[in-house]
């Protein structure tokens, strides 16, 4: 039996050899653990520093916590006139229960300062010769001490303010905060105490009762996310750059079984260094390459991720994104969008409830472009938001449901091109893959079927730096620099495409008040542009100055 710091509730402790003893043969390991902690201190503060003699007076505070009950032990062995404190009718029965011989006269409260009209009562007005306190918050009250009387204090070794403190001379205060420094001499009164038979542990039936919060404070909970080590993951899109992070976040929490679901199955370059890692660790990893857009498919995905053990947790991560305005969009991008997004989740949503009944986490990746749209993704957005229907109905049914709306991504995805230029989507920076994986901790323990994580881009009023427009529409467009174009090309023979057309006639209009038809920006120049503009490519009006409903429209012919 021994201590160990910070607890010894693991499978794996170090122990210091001076912080050990041999378990007596009448003791059953349950009464060894109740011993070493309590009576270390116990010893140190009513031996060591007190030095407790025969028929003295000592005041034990707490008499119900741990460390009270070994000090009221030791109290009786060296034959002292005990006194001792409780602070609810529970703590006074359990100390009449245990130490009988105490009689109620000498118990007092701490918190209402009742033990010390007790003790002086009692004493005569002399008070008593040593008082162990372990809780630095209760009212010792060196008041009761008498002249040469030692306080000690258990546990801090700062004491409490105020001119009550040293009423009298001859006091001798102790401290106890730690066991650095002093192993040796608590190694030395534990053994000794051992031999002498100074020691009672608790007995089992007991021990639920002596072994007394230490606190009264109470402790909030949070939640956290674990994964189960015997139970299989499944993550669909799971080679994808925010997959590989998903997968080994969910390893670093425990999770040893994966089925990584990939439209090719081809395992290289990082993903190939992140599988072995994996492996290492003791992971079983799966590349499966079955179709999940079909009924078929699915099917043999979990009934094949559930011979590595029971699905505890089902990811899609699968997206296809085509942007096109919407006069541009044909059924066959819709299908093409509903295919990865709405139909894997439909298919995953019904026969996980046949093959999954062990399914902890159902959870679909959504993104901001349902809850607020996006110019040309019109596909993509709907298909997210059926995937959220689904999962609103798997939380009716009393299922697992989850579908996480998450703005721009960086450092992976198909917005980590757009990070060094601080560019924004939706008013939304890019959130990094850490935060992300942050946020997932605390969406996977809450009840909520729709939940979103993005970054907010704030602006201060009156701070709004003039645009750029040049540079802007030049950017939209993807050209480096002028200087490798004909200023006097059009923008559809630049490579203006449906989506950047919106872009550059938003710009315009926002920023110059230029209102111009499709056909007008699509044959409009950059040289035309610069005769609108200053050298410094910020527009004649600033707009950030104006009030909106005082702007006109102005049209320029091309």
Not at 77 to 98: G, N, V
Not at 275 to 288: C, E, N, Q
Not at 338 to 361: M, Q
Request: aromatic share 6%; charged share 20%.
């Amino acid at each position: 039996m021994g201590i160990v710091p910070n607890g010894a509730l693991s499978t794996l402790v170090s122990a210091d050899s001076l912080l050990l003893w041999e378990l007596p043969d009448a003791w059953s390991f349950e009464e060894g653990a109740s011993v070493p902690l309590a009576y270390a201190m116990a010893l140190y503060g009513v031996v060591h520093l007190a030095k407790a003699s025969r028929g003295e007076r000592i005041l034990i505070h707490s008499g119900a916590s741990q460390i009270g009950h070994a000090a009221i032990h030791l109290a009786r062995h060296y034959k002292c006139d005990i006194f001792t404190t409780a602070d609810s009718k529970r703590e006074r029965q359990l100390i009449k229960a245990t130490f009988p011989e105490i009689p109620d006269s000498h118990i007092g409260g701490s918190r209402d300062g009742s033990f010390e009209t007790v003790v002086l009562r009692h004493t005569l007005g002399r008070g008593v010769d040593i008082i162990i306190d372990a809780f630095p918050d209760h009212n010792t009250s060196p008041r009761c001490l008498t002249r040469k009387g030692r306080l000690i204090k258990l546990g801090k070794r700062d004491f409490p303010d105020g001119g009550g403190l040293f009423p009298c001379q001859g006091q001798t205060f102790g401290a106890f905060s730690n066991f650095n420094g002093m192993k040796a001499v608590l190694h030395t009164l534990v053994s000794n105490a051992l031999v002498k038979g100074m020691i009672k542990p608790y007995s089992p039936p007991d021990e639920n009762q002596a072994v007394i919060k230490m606190g009264e404070k109470p402790i909030a909970g949070f939640p956290r996310f674990w994964c189960d080590s015997q139970m299989t993951y499944v993550i669909v899109g799971g080679l994808g750059g925010f997959g590989l992070e998903l997968v080994d976040w969910l390893a670093l929490k425990g999770g040893r079984k994966f089925v990584l679901v990939s439209r090719t199955g081809a395992v290289k370059g990082y993903a190939a260094f992140r599988i072995k890692l994996w492996r290492s660790y003791g992971a079983v990893v799966r590349v499966a390459t079955d179709k999940a857009t079909c009924r078929e498919g699915c099917e043999s995905l979990l009934r094949n991720a559930a011979t590595l053990g029971p699905i505890a947790g089902i990811f899609n991560l699968a997206s296809i994104v085509t942007d096109h305005c919407f006069e541009d969009q044909t059924e066959g991008r819709f299908l093409t969008a509903f295919s990865v997004k709405a139909r894997i989740t439909h298919n995953l949503d019904v026969l996980s409830r046949e093959l999954c009944p062990s399914l902890r986490h159902f959870v679909v990746f959504s993104s901001l472009v349902c809850g607020r749209g996006n110019i040309g993704q019109a596909p993509y957005g709907m298909a997210n938001s059926i995937a959220e229907r689904i999962c609103e109905a798997r939380k009716r049914d009393g299922l697992p449901g989850l579908a996480i709306q998450w703005g721009p991504i960086g450092e992976v995805g198909t917005e980590v091109g757009k990070q060094d230029r601080g560019e924004q989507v939706l008013g939304a920076l890019q959130q990094g893959v850490t935060s992300c994986l942050s946020c997932l901790d605390q969406f996977l323990v809450q009840s909520a079927p729709i939940v979103s994580s993005t970054i907010i881009s704030t602006k201060c009023k009156g701070m709004v730096e003039p645009v750029n427009i040049v540079t802007a529409i030049r950017d939209i467009l993807g050209i480096t620099s002028l200087k490798t174009i004909n200023e006097h090309a059009n923008m559809a023979e630049l490579g203006m495409d449906s989506i950047s057309l919106v872009q550059v006639k938003q710009v315009l209009e926002r920023e110059m008040e230029l209102y111009l038809t499709a056909q007008e920006v699509r044959e409009f120049t950059f040289a035309q542009l610069k005769s609108l503009v200053p050298e410094n490519g910020t527009p004649i009006q600033n707009l950030c100055s104006e009030d909106t409903t005082t702007r006109k429209e102005r049209r320029v012919t091309v």
